[in-house]
Nanobody, 115 residues
């Protein structure tokens, strides 16, 4: 069983930065991929960024060049560094991990960007 615990969300002004963390309960070394989705009120959940076991990364167009995903295998943790935040980045951010064909989800962390 994989448990994912997000942290790092909060309230920030437009143009500011936050770093989200997602700590996994088991080794993430064999995971196919991990990443982040987000969901704003009234919107569908959208993919933000992914990172594979080989550390290949992929980003949504809306966050390209502003967000950076990375991971620390020794700490079983994935990070999402968010810079130049915009009010439209306001959402609940969910971490996920794929392991043996099953997608596991964290509980979500709120990010609010004020204008």
């Amino acid at each position: 069983q994989v448990q994912l615990v997000e942290s790092g969300g909060g309230l920030v002004q437009a143009g500011g930065s936050l770093r989200l963390s997602c700590a996994a309960s088991v080794s993430i070394f064999r995971n196919n991929s991990m990443g982040w989705y987000r969901q704003a009120p009234g919107n569908q959940r959208e993919l933000v960024a992914t990172i594979t076991s080989g550390e290949t990364t992929n980003y949504a167009d809306s966050v390209q060049r502003r967000f950076t995903i990375s991971k620390d295998n020794a700490k079983n943790t994935v990070y999402l560094q968010m810079n130049s935040l915009k009010p439209e980045d306001t959402a609940v951010y969910y971490c996920f991990a794929d392991r043996f064909g099953i997608r596991h989800w964290g509980q979500g962390t709120q990010v609010t960007v004020s204008s």
